[in-house]
C-alpha cells in the first residue's frame, strides 16, 4: 500500500503546464458557435436600421416571405404577440429585441429572416420594405441632457429626459474641505472613447427548441451561461429545467460575450415557432455596431496637493454615453461599475465622485471589456492626473507616485469611496519597473535629446485594479449573487472531474483549474478534467468576466478539493486502520504519524471511496461548493512606456513598454505570461487607435475592421514583462484575477509617455486614440 | 459576408473575356485579383450580374523589361513586385511602395493593373505610376489604346476605361540610370489605406535635376501629379531649398478631406514633410546610382 | 451553378456550387472542415487564411470557383497523420495561441513564411504575420512559436545552409 517511486509530474501552482486544451485547436478542430451544425438547421440574418433616430411607419416583410428559400420572416410586431418584443438589460433597463415603436441607433435590430441558406436569408433582407420617419439624431451626450433635447426613451412611462441615471460615492464634505486646504488643484478633462472588444469570433447562437421534448437547447457565445439560462427562463417564460445553455469554445469573449442580444432571442422564438433549429451568426459589421461597446466616459477629475507633492483630495465627475439603452454589465447596485475605485494607487483620504448616464441615439453596451466593471475608466483618470499634477509641482511623475502611495504596511487599506485593498507593494512594483527600463538614464537622455529638439516621452501608470465579484452581500447581476462554485468527482482509478461555474474563452481554465485540483489533492493535473460552459451538467454560477474565475471559482476549486481531502483522511484511516487524527497529508498521500512505511496514496483512497469506505461515510469522493468570496481581490503593477514623436508629423513609436505585474500568488505563470501580453496589446490598441464614433447624423465610425483597427504583430510593442508575487491574504491559494491587469494599467501608460515628450511645450492631454494628428496638432497649438 | 448572385465567366482566351465584357458591358465586371471588388460585394457594395475572371487567361502574368521600360501584365500581384530583384535596383519607387500595399496575404492576390483600374484615390500605385508616368495598356474587341496614366484617373473609382475594356498591362518607362525615388506612406496600421502617400522619382541630367515625378496618394478625388512642384524641380540645382520650395507647391496640390484620420491642414502637412524627405531620399539613390 | 475539382489537403472533390459561394465557405460548409475560421466582412483579420497553390491567402476573400483546378491547404492539412507539425507542436510549447480562433489562420500564414524563410528574425515574422489579427496574444508567444518551430525544423533537417532574407525594402523594415 505504499508509494515510494517519484510519482508523475504533478503540474501544481507555479507549473508552467502547457494547455490541455491546445491540441485540438492547433488541429482545427476546436468547435465554435460557426461549427455547430444540427440537422434540418436554418438561418438567420437580421435587418437592422440604417437610420439613428426614426419612427417606423410600416414594415412590409411580403416580397421577402415570399423569395424561395425563405421560411419566415419576423418582426417587432410578430414578437410582440408573443410579449418578446422588449426584454430587460442587465442595468434595470429595457431594451428592443425587434424594434415596434421606433428605431434608436443606426445598427438596431428591426426584422429577421429565416431562411434554408445563409445567403438567401442575406437575399431576402434586402426585400423587407422599411418606411421611416427620420426623427432628428442625439450624438453628444451632453447635449442629450439639455432640456431640450428630443426624448430618445419615449418608451418609457415617466421617461421625459435623457437622463439613465445619477449616482455619487464618496464624501463630499471632506472632498471640499480637502480643497479648500490645498495649494494646488490639478484638473484633467478627458474623454474615454467608445471602443468595442473585438474579439475574434462574432456572437452567435443556434437554437433548437424541440417542441416534442419542450426542450430548448441554445448553443451560444456566452460568457455567462447559467445567468443567461435564468434570464432567458425570466425573458421567453419557459421553465429553467427546460432550457440548456451550451457554449462550446468561445473565440475570445473580452465582455462582448456578456450581454443577452436580441439575436439570440429572435433565433429562439423562431425556433420555437418553426419547431426547427435556428442558426444567427453576426458578421463583424454587426458585432461592431450593435453589440456591447465600451468605455464611453466623459471625466472631469480635480486633484488637491500640497506644494511638497501631498495629495489631499480628489474630486471626479463623469458623463457616461450609455446608448440608447441603459445595458451596462455591471452588478445591480453599481450604476457606474466600480469607477469609484478612481483614488487608485493612492492613500487619498478624501474623495467625492458623482456620474450621470444620458441616453444617446448610439448602440447599447457598457460592457467591461476586458475590464472590471469601469476599473479601466477610473485607473486611467487618476493616473493622468497624477502625471500631469507632477508637472504642474515641477516633481518627477516617479517621485509625485511614490510619496502619495498607499504604503505596505498601510494594507488592508480602507479607500475612502468604500474598497477595502487587501494587499500591495507599490513602490517596488514601481521600482522594479523604473529599473527594467533604466529611467534615470532615460531621463537624461531625454533632456538632452530636448535641446536638439527630439522628442522622447515616458509614461508611467501604477495602476490598482479591484477584481474578483462577490462578496454576495454587495454584488449582484440581475439579482443574482456574485458567487461561484465548483464540483468534483474523484474517480476509482483516481482520475478525476471537475465542473465549473465560469467559463473560458481562451484564458485556459482547462489547464489552471486542474492544477488547482492537483495542488490540493496531488492528483497530477493530466489526471483532471475540467468541464464548464454546459449549464446541464455545471453547477450553477456567474460566468468569466471582470477578472473573476480564479478569485471566485479557483478559491471554490481549492476548498471543494479540501472539502474531498478531509474525507479522504477519514477513508485512509479506515483503509489503514488507524485514527484520522494519526494521519499526515504528506503531497499526495496520507501517512500514518511515525510509521512512514504506513500510508496510501491519494489514488488509493479515491479506490476505497467506491471499493471499501467505512459504514459511518456515504460512499464516493465527491462535492461541491459555492464560494463566496470575503473580499475582492487587488492586481496591481507598474507600467514604463518609452515612446519617440516626430516632431513635423506626430507619429509616434513605442520603444520601449515594460511591465511589472502582480496578480499574487500565479498558478500557471506561463498563462498569467499571455494574459498580460493580450491586455498590454489591446490597451495599445485603445490608446492608439481602437475608436467607435459617429457623425452628427448618427452614422457609425468604426463599422469594420477597416475603420476599426486593431493592431498587427508589426505594430504592436514589443513587451518586456516582469512578476511580483504579493499573495491575497483572503483567497484560498493567495492569488488574484489577472486578465485584465495590462487592459486597465496600460492605456495611461501609453497616452502619459506622449504628453512626457510634449510637456515642455506645454502639452497636458490628447485623448485617446492618440493619433498622429491629434499629436500634431497639440504641438502646433502648444508651440510658441 | 454573403455576396449576391452572379454569373461567373472563366474563359481560358483573352478574345473571349473581350467578348463577354462586350456582350454584357455594364452589368458585367472584370475580376483580377479580386481584393477590391470581393470585399465590396461581401458588403453588397457591388453587386455585378457577371464577373468575368481574368484568372485562367494565359500571358496576363508575367514582369518584363525591354529596353523602353518595364510591362507587367495585368495578373502579376503585389507581392511579385515586392521579391523583385529586378525593381529594387532600378525601379526604387515601386519596390518601396510594393510592400507598403495592404498585407502580406492580400498582396498575394492583388494586382497593380487592378489597382488602377479600381481608381481608389487611397490606392498607393497610382501615385507610383503617376510619378513615373507609365501607360495602361486597354484592350477591347474594337482593338487596343495606350492610355497615359496621367490622363488614366477621372474621379474616385474611375477612369477613362470603358465596360467593355480590359487593361492588359502596365508599362512603365525606363528610368535614367541616374535616378532615384521611394514612396513614403502614413498608414495606421498594416493593411490600412493611407492617410497620405507621396510617390517621388529623380532623374538627374549633370548634376541638376532632370525629369522630377511627384503623385500624392488619398488627399483629391483620385491619385493626383503635384505638377508644379514637378516643374519648380525640373532643372533646378537639387537641395533642401528646392525640395522645401516643391514641398509647398506639393502641399498647394493637396486638397485632402478632413476626417478621423486628421484635419485637411494636418494631411497637407504630411504631404510637405514626406516631399522633402522622399525627394531627399530619392537623391541620395540617383546620387548612388 | 458551377462545377469544380479543388484539391483540399491532398485529396480531391468535385462539386456543384453557386459562383458566389465563397471558398471560406465551401471549406467550412461543403467540406466540413471547420478549422478555416471567418473573422471579419473586410478581409483584413486573417482567421480565414489558406495555401492556395503554396500561398496564404484569405479563403473568404476568393470564390470557390477560382479555386477550381488548385491546390488548398487548410489547417487540417498541416498536420500528417497523428503528427503534429513543428509549427502546431510551437504553438503549443510557446503558448502562441489563447482562444485559438486566429491560430489556424496563423498557422497556415507561418508554414508558407518558413517554407521560404526557414530562419526568419522576430521582425521577419511579424512582418509575415502581418495579415493576421490575433486579439488574445499580443503576439509575443506567436513569434516564439514560429522561431521555436523555426529551430526544430532546421534540427529535423540539419540544413547547410540557413538562409535570411530581409523584407524587400529597407522601408519595410522600418514600417
Ligand atoms: C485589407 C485590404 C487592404 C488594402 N490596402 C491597400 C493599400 O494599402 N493600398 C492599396 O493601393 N490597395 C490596398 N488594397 C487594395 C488592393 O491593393 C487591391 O488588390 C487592388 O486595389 C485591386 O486589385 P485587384 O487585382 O485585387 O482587383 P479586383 O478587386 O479584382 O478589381 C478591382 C476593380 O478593378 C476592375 N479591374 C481589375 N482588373 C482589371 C483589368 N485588368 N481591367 C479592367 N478592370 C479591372 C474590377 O472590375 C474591379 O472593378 C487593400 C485591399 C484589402 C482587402
Ligand atoms: S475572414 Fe477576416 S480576412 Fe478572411
Ligand atoms: S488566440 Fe484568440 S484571437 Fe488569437
Known amino acids: 500500500m505504499t508509494t515510494t517511486m517519484p510519482g508523475p509530474e504533478i503540474h501544481g501552482l507555479g507549473h508552467s503546464m502547457k494547455r490541455k486544451e491546445d491540441d485540438r485547436f492547433v488541429r482545427g478542430r476546436g468547435t465554435y458557435i460557426e461549427d455547430v451544425v444540427l440537422p434540418r438547421m436554418l438561418h438567420m440574418a437580421l435587418l437592422r436600421s440604417p437610420l439613428a433616430h426614426a419612427r417606423i411607419a410600416s414594415i412590409d416583410p411580403s416580397a421577402a416571405a415570399e423569395l424561395p428559400g425563405v421560411v419566415a420572416v419576423v418582426t417587432g410586431a410578430d414578437l410582440a404577440a408573443h410579449n418578446l418584443a422588449w426584454m ?106 467608445r471602443c468595442h472588444p473585438s474579439p475574434m469570433e462574432t456572437c452567435g447562437c ?35 429545467q427546460n432550457i440548456q445553455i451550451k457554449t462550446v469554445d468561445i473565440g475570445g469573449g473580452f465582455g462582448n460575450k456578456v450581454p443577452i442580444y436580441p439575436g439570440y432571442v429572435v433565433a429562439t422564438a423562431a425556433s420555437l415557432l418553426l419547431d426547427r433549429p435556428v442558426k444567427w451568426i453576426e ?85 467591461a471589456y476586458r475590464c472590471s466593471f469601469r476599473v479601466t475608466e477610473a485607473s486611467f483618470l487618476i493616473e493622468r492626473l497624477v ?65 536638439q529638439g527630439k522628442l522622447m516621452g515616458i509614461g508611467i501608470a501604477s495602476f490598482t485594479e479591484v477584481v474578483g465579484a462577490g462578496p454576495h452581500k454587495d454584488y449582484d447581476i440581475a439579482g443574482i449573487k456574485m458567487f461561484d462554485s465548483a464540483e468534483l468527482r474523484v474517480h476509482p482509478t483516481g482520475k478525476a472531474i471537475l465542473k465549473i461555474g465560469v467559463q473560458t474563452q481562451g484564458q485556459g481554465h482547462e489547464t489552471t483549474f486542474a492544477q488547482i485540483v492537483a495542488n490540493e489533492l496531488r492528483i497530477p493535473a493530466e489526471d483532471v478534467l475540467v468541464q464548464y460552459g454546459d449549464t446541464d451538467n455545471t453547477p450553477y454560477g456567474l460566468g468569466t468576466y471582470a477578472s473573476r474565475s480564479t478569485p471566485t471559482a479557483g478559491a471554490a476549486t481549492a476548498v471543494v478539493s479540501r472539502k474531498l481531502l478531509d474525507k479522504g483522511r477519514k477513508i485512509a484511516a479506515h483503509v489503514l486502520e488507524c485514527s484520522p487524527d494519526d494521519l499526515e497529508w504528506q503531497s499526495g498521500r496520507f501517512v500514518v504519524k511515525g510509521t512512514p512505511e504506513q500510508a496510501v496514496t491519494i489514488q488509493d483512497v479515491a479506490f476505497a471511496a467506491y471499493t471499501n469506505h467505512p459504514d459511518d461515510l456515504e460512499a464516493g469522493l465527491e462535492g461541491v461548493t459555492y464560494y463566496d468570496p470575503p473580499n475582492m481581490t487587488y492586481p496591481f503593477g507598474t507600467y514604463v512606456v518609452v515612446v519617440d514623436v516626430d516632431p513635423e508629423t506626430g507619429v509616434w513609436t513605442v520603444r520601449r513598454a515594460v511591465a511589472v505585474d502582480d496578480c499574487g500568488v500565479r498558478i500557471n505563470p506561463m498563462i498569467v505570461e499571455g494574459q498580460l501580453h493580450g491586455g498590454l496589446a489591446e490597451g495599445y490598441g485603445i490608446a492608439a487607435m481602437q475608436l467607435i464614433t459617429f457623425d452628427e447624423q448618427g452614422n457609425c465610425i468604426g463599422s469594420n475592421f477597416m475603420d476599426y483597427l486593431l493592431p ?73 | 459576408m454573403f455576396p449576391a448572385a452572379f454569373d461567373y465567366r472563366s474563359p481560358a482566351a483573352l478574345e473571349d473575356v473581350l467578348d463577354s465584357l462586350a456582350a454584357y458591358g455594364d452589368e458585367a465586371k472584370v475580376l483580377a485579383g479580386g481584393m477590391s471588388l470581393i470585399p465590396m460585394m461581401k458588403l453588397r457594395f457591388a453587386s455585378p450580374e457577371v464577373l468575368v475572371d481574368l484568372g485562367r487567361v494565359p500571358g496576363l502574368d508575367a514582369v518584363q523589361e525591354t529596353p523602353d521600360g518595364l510591362r507587367i ?53 497610382g501615385s507610383v505610376m503617376l510619378a513615373l508616368n507609365a501607360e495602361v495598356v486597354a484592350r477591347s474587341t474594337a482593338g487596343q489604346r495606350v492610355i497615359p496614366v496621367r490622363e488614366f484617373f477621372t474621379g474616385p473609382f474611375s477612369t477613362v476605361l470603358q465596360p467593355t475594356e480590359v487593361a492588359v498591362e502596365v508599362r512603365v518607362p525606363r528610368p535614367s540610370s541616374r535616378s532615384g525615388g521611394t514612396y513614403l506612406k502614413l498608414e495606421r496600421k498594416v493593411g490600412d489605406f493611407a492617410t497620405v502617400g507621396v510617390a517621388a522619382h529623380l532623374e538627374l541630367d549633370n548634376e541638376r535635376i532632370g525629369r522630377a515625378g511627384l503623385a500624392l496618394t488619398a488627399v483629391g478625388g483620385h491619385n493626383v501629379v503635384a505638377a508644379e512642384a514637378e516643374e519648380v524641380l525640373a532643372g533646378a540645382e537639387p537641395g533642401p531649398e528646392v525640395f522645401a520650395e516643391a514641398a509647398e507647391a506639393a502641399a498647394r496640390a493637396a486638397d485632402p478631406p478632413s476626417d478621423v484620420r486628421g484635419s485637411a491642414d494636418y494631411k497637407r502637412q504630411v504631404v510637405r514633410t514626406y516631399v522633402r524627405r522622399g525627394l531627399a531620399r530619392s537623391l541620395e539613390l540617383a546620387q548612388a546610382a | 451553378m458551377a462545377r469544380i475539382t479543388v484539391t ?102 507561418a508554414t508558407a513564411l518558413l517554407e521560404r524563410n526557414p530562419d526568419p528574425s522576430e521582425e521577419e515574422i511579424r512582418w509575415a504575420l502581418s495579415g493576421n489579427v490575433c486579439r488574445c496574444t499580443g503576439y509575443v508567444n506567436i513569434v516564439k512559436a514560429v522561431r521555436w518551430a523555426a529551430q526544430a525544423m532546421q534540427e529535423q533537417a540539419a540544413p547547410e545552409e540557413p538562409a535570411t532574407r530581409q523584407p524587400a525594402t529597407e522601408q519595410a523594415a522600418t514600417r
Open chain 1, 283 to 367: 458578421d463583424r459589421t454587426e458585432n461592431l455596431i450593435s453589440t456591447g461597446f465600451a468605455r464611453d466616459y466623459h471625466m472631469h477629475g480635480e486633484l488637491a496637493l500640497n506644494r511638497d507633492g501631498r495629495m489631499l483630495g480628489l474630486r471626479v465627475s463623469m458623463v457616461s454615453d450609455q446608448g440608447a439603452f441603459f445595458a451596462d454589465a455591471q452588478p445591480s447596485k453599481c450604476r457606474a461599475g466600480l469607477f469609484h475605485i478612481v483614488t487608485g494607487s493612492y492613500d487619498l483620504t478624501a474623495a467625492h465622485v458623482t456620474g450621470r448616464g444620458a441616453y444617446t441615439n448610439k448602440a447599447p453596451g457598457g460592457v
Open chain 1, 387 to 451: 502625471q500631469n499634477a507632477a508637472y504642474e509641482l515641477g516633481i518627477d511623475p516617479a517621485e509625485l507616485r511614490r510619496l502619495n502611495f498607499i504604503r505596505p504596511e498601510q494594507f488592508p487599506y480602507q479607500s475612502a469611496t468604500g474598497f477595502l485593498y487587501d494587499s500591495g507593494n507599490y513602490p517596488a512594483a514601481l521600482q522594479k519597473a523604473l529599473d527594467a527600463v533604466g529611467y534615470d538614464e532615460l531621463r537624461r537622455e531625454q533632456a538632452e535629446g530636448r535641446a
Open chain 1, 712 to 784: 498587427t504583430s508589426w505594430e504592436t510593442p514589443r513587451f518586456e514583462t516582469y512578476a511580483m508575487e504579493t499573495p491575497s491574504p483572503h483567497h484560498p491559494l493567495g492569488a488574484k484575477g489577472v486578465g485584465e491587469s495590462a487592459t486597465v494599467g496600460s492605456p495611461a501608460a501609453y497616452v502619459n509617455a506622449v504628453i512626457d515628450a510634449l510637456t515642455h511645450l506645454g502639452v497636458r492631454n490628447i485623448d485617446m486614440p492618440v493619433t498622429s494628428a491629434k499629436v500634431w496638432q497639440a504641438i502646433q497649438q502648444a508651440s510658441p
Open chain 1, 206 to 240: 443556434v437554437a433548437d427548441v424541440n417542441a416534442a421534448t419542450g426542450k430548448a437547447t441554445i448553443y451560444m457565445t456566452s460568457q455567462a451561461p447559467h445567468a443567461h439560462r435564468t434570464l432567458f427562463a425570466m425573458v421567453a417564460g419557459l421553465p429553467e
Open chain 2, 73 to 125: 501584365g495585368a495578373l502579376v500581384r503585389h507581392a511579385e513586385l515586392e521579391a523583385s530583384e529586378l525593381l529594387r535596383q532600378r525601379y526604387p519607387v515601386m519596390a518601396a511602395a510594393a510592400p507598403l500595399i495592404a498585407d502580406p496575404l492580400v498582396r498575394n492576390r492583388g494586382t497593380l493593373v487592378g489597382s488602377l483600374a479600381h481608381a481608389d484615390p487611397a490606392g498607393d500605385w
Open chain 1, 88 to 193: 430587460p438589460t442587465l442595468s434595470g433597463d429595457t431594451q428592443a429585441v425587434l424594434a415596434t415603436d421606433k428605431v434608436r441607433f443606426q445598427g438596431q435590430e428591426v426584422a429577421a429572416v429565416v431562411a434554408e441558406d445563409p445567403y438567401v436569408a442575406r437575399d431576402a433582407l434586402e426585400l423587407i420594405e422599411v418606411d421611416y420617419e427620420e426623427l432628428p439624431a442625439v450624438v453628444d451626450p451632453h447635449a442629450a441632457l439639455r432640456p431640450a433635447a428630443p426624448v430618445i426613451r419615449d418608451d418609457k412611462e415617466g421617461q421625459d429626459t435623457n437622463l439613465a441615471y445619477t449616482w455619487e460615492a464618496g464624501d463630499k464634505a471632506a472632498a471640499d474641505a480637502a480643497f479648500a486646504q490645498a495649494d494646488v488643484v490639478v484638473s484633467l478633462d478627458t474623454h474615454y472613447p
Open chain 3, 8 to 109: 483540399v489537403n491532398g485529396a480531391d472533390h468535385t462539386d456543384e456550387v453557386e459562383p458566389r459561394l465563397l471558398l471560406a465557405h465551401y471549406l467550412r460548409d461543403k467540406l466540413r472542415l471547420t478549422g478555416t475560421h471567418i473573422g471579419c466582412d473586410t478581409t483584413n483579420c486573417g482567421a480565414c487564411t489558406v495555401l492556395c497553390d503554396g500561398l496564404p491567402v484569405k479563403s473568404c476573400t476568393m470564390f470557390a470557383v477560382q479555386a477550381d483546378g488548385r491546390e488548398i491547404i487548410t489547417v487540417e492539412g498541416l498536420a500528417t497523420g497523428g503528427q503534429l507539425q513543428p509549427i502546431q507542436q510551437g504553438f503549443k510549447e510557446e503558448h502562441g495561441l489563447q482562444c485559438g480562433f486566429c491560430t489556424p489562420g496563423m498557422m497556415v500564414a
